[in-house]
């Protein structure tokens, strides 16, 4: 149910990851949108202070912290030093008593595993790619091409160039011996759909709503490799993909097609509270489920989603309960 107090009386921990790996340019992007993140914010009226994360010991950070004094907007990605950590931030506030925004740790942690998530599609009847999952550099009697090869268990488009689309055998081969001595993980094929694609973010407790679609517009790509959202597309400014990949928000859909993608989503999405849910559909397929996620991948779309809207961020305020 939402939450009708004042904003005033409603402080805000703005807990926020701030890796000190990371390079200066991308430390300094990263504190920007922190800043315009706690702007929007305190523009609705809730004091608000930034807890940055700069290494494992987010427990102690915690502790400073009074959790019945207010709410966490946990855009805490990940524990810096500790790989796979987005679940284990959740975790650690609900074992400490905070009240957060975002999904609980059980969401977060599966939406990690990209398997289970298309397992979990499958299961509730959603349209999703072929796929398998590659322990060892062999193409396994896979036909269907292009294909795309992912990473098993990351996200944020994390180890995806213009080369994870593949168009043959050989290819497919290389780009999975690639994944597996690079990341030291399994490796996901799945087709790839060369089509339109959309990103649509969910929020709610109970009652799930749907926010605007955003589309990806790849039109002036025509190499069906540069056709998709890179780690550069969404995080290196000043890149090919960067640059020439736009968001149409909203995205130009008929009546039809948006209650069509709509069900997609409301039907696939079981992770809750805050999340988002990728589609791509080309014309001579139905539109498919390609990605699940229980959180917005903070920079790319603070940019171009929904964080920094006043309104938004008191509607979302208001549904952390």
């Not at 009386?9 to 926020?16: A, D, G, I, Q």
């Not at 969404?234 to 039809?256: Q, R």
């Amino acid at each position: 149910m939402p939450v009708n107090v004042d904003a005033g009386e409603l402080p805000v921990t703005l807990l926020f990851n701030l890796d000190p790996a990371w390079t200066i340019p991308e430390r300094e992007d990263a504190q920007s949108v922190c800043r315009q993140l706690r702007e929007a914010l305190v523009n609705t009226g809730h004091p608000t202070t930034i807890a940055y994360v700069h290494d494992h010991r987010l427990e102690a950070l915690l502790e400073t912290h009074n959790p019945s004094s207010g709410i966490v907007f946990n855009w805490c990605e990940s524990i810096p030093g500790v790989r796979h950590s987005e679940g284990l931030v959740a975790r650690i506030l609900e074992r400490q008593g905070f009240v957060f925004t975002g999904s609980n740790a059980a969401a977060l942690e599966l939406s990690q595993d990209k398997a289970r998530v298309k397992e979990l599609l499958v299961k509730q009847g959603i349209s999703t790619p072929p796929w398998r999952v590659y322990h060892r550099p062999e193409h396994g009697k896979w036909g269907t091409f292009p294909a795309i090869v992912k990473l098993e268990n990351e996200h944020a488009s994390e180890g995806i160039t213009r080369d994870a689309v593949v168009t043959g055998p050989d290819e497919l081969v290389e780009r999975v011996r690639y994944v597996l001595d690079t990341y030291k993980q399994p490796a996901l094929v799945e087709e790839f759909i060369d089509g339109r694609e959309f990103h649509v973010s969910l929020w709610g407790n109970g009652k799930i709503e749907v926010l605007p679609a955003a589309e990806m517009d790849f039109s002036l790509f025509e190499d069906v490799h540069d056709r998709l959202c890179t780690y550069d597309a969404k995080f290196v400014s000043g890149s090919v993909h960067y640059e020439g990949i736009k968001t149409l928000l909203p995205a130009p859909l008929a009546a039809n097609e948006l209650r069509a993608v709509e069900d997609v989503v409301l039907c696939g999405i079981q992770c809750g509270r805050l999340s988002r849910l990728r589609a791509r559909r080309s014309e001579a397929a139905r539109r498919q489920a390609v990605r699940a996620r229980c959180e917005p991948e903070r920079r790319h779309y603070l940019r171009c989603q929904f964080c920094v809207c006043r309104r938004s961020v008191r509607m979302l305020l208001r549904r952390v309960g």
